[in-house]
C-alpha cells in the first residue's frame, strides 16, 4: 500500500501565495516539491465556490481539517456499538 502525506497548512499558504504572484499549477508543483496532480486536486476540492471561486489558503486549511475529522478511519465506536453488530 503506498504511503502518502497530506499537504501542511504551510504549503497550502505556499500555494496560496504563488497562485496570486502568477505561477501555474506546474511552477507551483516544482516550488513546493510535489506532484502536479497533487497541487491540481488541491485546488479543485478546496477552492471557495463564492463570488470569485479563488483558493484561499485559510478555508482550504479548514476543510482539509473537517473532511480529516469525518473520515471514516477517524471513527470510534463504543462497546455498545459493538455489542449490536455482534448480535
Do not use: P
Amino acid at each position: 500500500m503506498m504511503k502518502y502525506q497530506q499537504l501542511t497548512s504551510e504549503e497550502r499558504y505556499i500555494i496560496s501565495f504563488l497562485l496570486k504572484q502568477g505561477f501555474n499549477r506546474s511552477e507551483i508543483a516544482r516550488q513546493t516539491g510535489r506532484h502536479r496532480s497533487t497541487i491540481y486536486r488541491e485546488l479543485v476540492r478546496n477552492r471557495d465556490h463564492g463570488y470569485d471561486s479563488c483558493y484561499r489558503y485559510s478555508r482550504a486549511q479548514s476543510q482539509a481539517v473537517t473532511r480529516r475529522r469525518r473520515s471514516r478511519r477517524n471513527r470510534h465506536y463504543s462497546e455498545k456499538d459493538f455489542a449490536i453488530v455482534r448480535r
